[in-house]
């Protein structure tokens, strides 16, 4: 199915979604805009301005290109590459950064080469198409036209930047190209930036064969790094970034570009950079393609890194890689691979900015979420170089249907970071990780929510699948001994029931959900109470499913005998965020701050583990209490005091800021769930609008981020920043809120024994269609609504023969699996 094109133009792009791209049309953004680049084995960061940096397979130890963070000028250094017009020595960049000559528009607008701004400069039009593992730059300046674009392979750990520059007037022209980066001088980002006293003197950097190599050995491994250039001879180099620079000079005037000709430097020790000149004759119209290539590898032998995984030298790659058909073709793969990982799940919808969310660019980022987890972004330096175990079991849902195989390879992992008594690793490092052999976390230091993510997601993983042997398979703990699947997943409310406080609640211990909320061992948190809730309904369903009876009766006795804990929890109109060590409630109409907040009103929803009157109470007060037009806060009034017994780091934040206030998009994501679980289309549609990223489009003043991807947060309310979103891009907001849309809007969601179709639609949908691929079967199915109803499934029919009904007392219509062949498509009334 086609999902309707989207090409109007906005304020600053547009989505493309025929090309799966977004169209920058003025690079000077309210900040960065960025894309990402190639796999876990070899990754990049790309901005709007070709800002960024590189990294093998970690951006904290496998540091490649190195980045100021939050530095000024923003984002830099990256990946540039100069031209020069050498008769008369005027230069520019191929991304509009970093030279930053005068805008003049859209490379589509412009006609006129002569353009001049008013001070009588020549302007530069340029553009951006950022496109799923690939960014393209494109300018026209003076009548010299380029396009730079900057991709990594295939299962390969070499970058392309590869330019085309074309002559466009009627005279012969000669342009240098200069290539820039700025080369990491360690693979540990810190030892890099920090470490000065050491990184500086180990860099050694030299030109050999027409190659730059990055030789230095290093405390942890030998490094090697190469550049090479293709398509043109070298006509200079430097591999000194001070003698390319020049001293007291940015990078939008390097003093070899401002002259014309590189010095031949070579580093040993202070900086590298990977210079290479190529000096163009242009004839005119004629186009000619310099092929920059830089990778990890030994220059001329093959190399096998620390992880055993062998690299071919540089040179034969550059051999193999370095022509135009080569960049085609690789690119073309890079293309298609996405397509193929897209394909699962599309849709076509009457909300076109909901289709080029969900059909490309939200999907994309629920993958980078899944490759990247919270290392490697402008925002996340490198530092957390690891699996954060409750990001990481949410960041699985979203990607279960379409890479189910490297899904099951993370569970497994991230399962064995959970010890044996229950809790889980705050930090799983895939790298170093030893199953049995872990330190175990004192209490203090366990989260009290990590583990009670796992009945959830492996019950999707199950779900999606139909592999329930999945749940008999035995791994070990991260401490100490072993335990079947479904067995970690019991463990994992045991280890809650373990750790219940005075009045019933699960401790919160270091943090539960919220960083920023710390109730101890000695302070309850009903947030984990409602999750550990949830978890056990899950178990309860999984355990009758598959035959554990016994387990379906534990969990259900369990629940059963928590009911009278949540409803002392009820605080009037909505439920307490949690009672502290001293006994007083957090998230209660009795306090002057954090009177409510929105964690535990939208679990007590979706848990279904209270009365149906509750759970709408609940979220009728997040309504009135937390929403705005922006998305809900996620408490009400923020905190600017202690809170007596509850540890408050919230409190470093100014009120509307993040955790305090602020309207976190995560969060957010459980509101559309919560309303769809309880049936009202409207507000689900509401809430997932509210924070919509493709929304702000228009509005890119305002949100100043990338309106192609979520973030974390939006300021809330209180902040004078209301409304400014922050943290694009690595955020549990991409899993949940794909999941809520998806699952609980159009309501295709997979059980054990079939798909249930239930929509939760806003007022006025006709309906939509969604091809959609479950256990192998690729599916079309299209939802007619003429009545305009916010739920309910009158009929399903499979290639026109309808199904016969499959009453299990639930909302909406289960299809049996039985009943579904690759290809069926299925027609689903309302009613
Ligand atoms: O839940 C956390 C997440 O683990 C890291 N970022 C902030 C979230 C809310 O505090």
Same mark, same amino acid.
């Given at each position: ?9 906005? #304020? ?73 017009? $050498?008769? $008369? ?57 380029? %396009? ?23 005279? /012969? ?18 030892? $890099? ?6 990184? #500086? ?7 050999? $064969? ?69 000096? @163009? ?42 022509? /135009? ?39 994309? &980022? ?51 970071? #959970? ?32 583990? @009670? ?19 008999? #398979? ?49 302070? %309850? ?19 009758? &499913? ?90 009400? /009034? ?9 540890? @408050? ?93 998806? &699952? ?81 498509? @299925? ?5």
């Amino acid at each position: 199915m086609a999902p309707p094109r989207t090409e109007a133009l906005m #304020q600053y792009g547009y989505f493309d979604d025929a090309a799966r791209e977004y169209v920058i049309t003025r690079p000077d953004t309210p900040r960065s805009w960025s894309n990402y680049l190639g796999s876990r084995l070899y990754g990049g960061i790309i901005t709007q301005g070709a800002g960024g940096y590189s990294f093998y397979k970690s951006g904290g130890t496998g540091r490649v290109l190195r980045f100021r963070f939050n530095g000024v000028p923003q984002d830099e250094p990256g990946r540039f590459v100069y031209l020069r017009d $050498d008769a $008369d020595g005027d230069f520019w960049s191929a991304s509009w950064q970093p030279v930053g000559k005068t805008l003049r528009g859209t490379v589509e607008a412009h006609a006129d080469d002569a353009t001049l701004d008013a001070a009588g400069n020549p302007t530069q039009a340029s553009s951006v198409r950022h496109g799923l593992g690939y960014s393209i730059f494109n300018s026209s300046y003076r009548g010299i036209d380029s %396009e730079a674009t900057f991709f990594i392979p295939q299962g390969q750990a070499f970058e392309y930047w590869s330019v085309k520059v074309t002559n466009t007037t009627d005279a /012969p022209r000669t342009v240098s190209l200069f290539s820039y980066a700025e080369l990491s001088n360690e693979w540990n980002y810190r030892q $890099d930036l920090e470490n000065l006293q050491y990184s #500086q003197y180990v860099v050694v950097c030299r030109m050999k $064969d027409g190659m730059i190599h990055r030789l230095n050995s290093t405390r942890e491994r030998t490094s090697e790094l190469w550049f090479g250039m293709a398509g043109a001879d070298v006509a200079g180099f430097d591999t000194d970034r001070d003698a390319f620079l020049g001293a007291y000079r940015t990078q939008s005037a390097p003093i070899a570009v401002e002259r014309g000709a590189c010095s031949g430097s070579e580093t040993t020790g202070d900086n590298a950079c990977s210079t290479i000149q190529a000096r @163009l004759e242009l004839a005119p119209g004629e186009t000619r393609q310099v092929i920059y290539m830089m990778g990890v590898g030994a220059p001329d032998a093959s190399w096998e890194d620390a992880d055993g995984v062998a690299l071919r030298p540089g040179r034969e790659i550059m051999a193999e890689f370095g022509t /135009p058909e080569a960049v085609s073709r690789e690119l073309e793969a890079i293309r298609e691979e996405w397509r193929e990982y897209l394909a699962p799940l599309q849709v076509a919808t009457p909300d076109e900015q909901m289709n080029s969310m969900i059909n490309v660019w939200h999907a994309y &980022q629920t993958h980078m979420t899944f490759n990247w987890s919270r290392g490697v972004s402008l925002i996340e330096a490198g530092d957390r170089d690891g699996l954060g175990y409750r990001d990481t079991v949410q960041d699985m849902l979203a990607v279960i249907h379409a890479i189910p195989d490297a899904v099951r390879e993370r569970l497994n992992m991230i399962l064995t970071g #959970q010890t044996e008594e229950g809790g889980a690793m705050p930090l799983v490092k895939p790298l170093t990780h030893n199953p049995g052999h872990e330190k175990t976390p004192t209490l203090e230091q366990y989260r009290s929510d990590d583990p @009670l993510w796992l009945p959830i997601t492996v019950a999707n993983f199950v779900y999606e699948t139909g592999d329930v042997e999945y749940l008999d #398979q035995v791994l070990p703990y991260a401490d100490h001994g072993e335990a079947t699947v479904f067995e970690h997943l019991k463990q994992a409310i045991q280890f809650s029931l373990n750790h219940l406080g005075n009045n019933g609640l699960v401790q919160g211990l270091q943090a539960d959900w919220n960083d920023c909320i710390q109730f101890g061992t000695t302070g %309850e948190s009903m947030f984990s109470t409602f999750l550990m809730a949830n978890g056990m309904r899950v178990i309860a369903e999984l355990a009758d &499913q598959t035959g554990r009876h016994d387990d379906a009766e534990w969990a259900r006795h369990v629940l059963d005998g928590l009911e009278p804990v949540l409803e002392n929890a009820w605080d009037g109109e909505w439920y307490i965020r949690g009672i502290s060590s001293t006994g007083a409630k957090l998230g209660s109409d009795a306090l002057d701050e954090g009177k409510i907040y929105l964690e535990p009103n939208v679990w007590a929803a979706i848990s279904g583990t209270v009365p149906e009157a509750r759970a709408v109470g609940a979220m009728d007060s997040v309504y009135e209490r937390l929403s705005t037009e922006h998305g809900v806060a996620l408490c009400a /009034p923020a905190h600017t005091k202690e809170v007596p017994g509850v540890g @408050l780091s919230l409190l470093v934040f100014p009120p509307g800021h993040k955790e305090n206030g602020g309207i976190f998009c995560h969060a957010n994501a459980w509101t559309i769930v919560a309303e769809g679980v309880l049936g009202r289309g409207d507000r689900a549609y509401e809430y997932y609008r509210a924070f919509l990223p493709a929304k702000y489009n228009d509005q890119a003043e305002l949100h100043q981020v990338e309106p192609y991807v979520y973030s974390q947060f939006v300021h809330g309310p209180e902040s004078p920043r209301f409304g400014q979103a922050r943290n694009p891009w690595l955020t549990g907001t991409a899993s949940w809120s794909y999941v809520g849309v998806t &699952q609980y809007i159009l309501g295709i969601r997979p059980e054990l024994d079939g798909l249930r179709i239930d929509p939760c639609l806003p007022e006025g949908w006709g309906g939509f269609a969604i091809t959609r691929r479950f256990r192998g079967m690729n599916l079309t199915i299209n939802v007619v609504n003429v009545d305009g109803l916010a739920t309910g499934v009158s009929s399903v029919t499979i290639e026109g023969i309808e199904v016969a009904p499959f009453d299990d007392g639930k909302r909406g219509a289960l299809v049996p699996v039985e009943a579904l062949a690759d290809g069926d498509v @299925l027609t689903v009334t309302m009613g």
